[in-house]
């Protein structure tokens, strides 16, 4: 039996294929972004992330772009989540 592994360092990421799976990790918010308050709820030791709807993506997230609709108020940790990253990479072989 062989088995396939697939090479994830050699995958480009660009903003016409980004599939926002970082949309779907938990965002502590741990500066003061601007984010709207309807985008956050609190954690059971009451600090505050973005909310998550029911179907496990951000709520700031646009399901029909897949862009965040609030980019100019992002976390921080939304901010620093650099596009194309090890860590982008990963997430996204993980939910592929």
């Known amino acids: 039996m062989k088995i396939e592994i697939k090479d994830i360092t050699t995958e480009t990421v660009s903003c016409s294929n980004c599939q926002a799976c ?22 059971k030791w009451g600090g505050e992330t973005m909310l998550r709807l029911s179907d496990g993506w951000c709520s700031a997230l646009d399901r029909e772009t897949m862009m965040c609709t609030i980019y100019e108020n992002r976390p921080w940790i939304c901010r620093e989540f650099e596009m194309g990253s090890y860590e982008c990479v990963t997430q996204r072989a993980e939910v592929s």
């Open 22 to 43: 970082c949309c779907r990790l938990e965002v502590m918010i741990i500066s003061e972004t601007g984010v709207p308050k309807q985008y956050i709820e609190f954690d």
